[in-house]
């Protein structure tokens, strides 16, 4: 009964910003991690950020400095703010929610930045 919606994906030019949302309804408990993974053509899905129920944040390398992950647990909704966006960013980015012995996915956003 996990479900998880992605949006806020779309067309921007290097050096600019966006911000993805994930609703999240069903059975979820704000305890478990939440995070943001991404997938380009002809590449594996990677992990772009997470973030526990407490605000302890992960990012990968790519993205740190750029991307800010962020939740509200009252909500159940997790944010990825993105600036200085490179082309190399493009992919489709996918909400995460990781329980004990359960994965959910959301069925993506697509993000395309280029000129």
């Known amino acids: 009964q996990v479900q998880l919606v992605e949006s806020g994906g779309g067309l921007v030019q290097p050096g600019g910003s966006l911000r993805l949302s994930c609703a999240a309804s069903?059975?979820?408990?704000?305890?478990?991690?939440m995070g943001w993974y991404r997938q380009a053509p002809g590449k594996q899905r990677e992990l772009v950020a997470d973030i526990t129920s407490g605000g302890m944040t992960n990012y990968a390398d790519s993205v740190k400095g750029r991307f800010t992950i962020s939740r509200d647990n009252a909500k159940n909704t997790v944010h990825l703010q993105m600036n200085s966006l490179k082309a190399e960013d493009t992919a489709v980015y996918y909400c995460n929610y990781r329980p004990p012995r359960n994965n959910y996915w959301g069925q993506g956003t697509q993000v395309t930045v280029s000129s």
């Open positions: 069903g059975r979820i408990f704000s305890i478990y991690v």
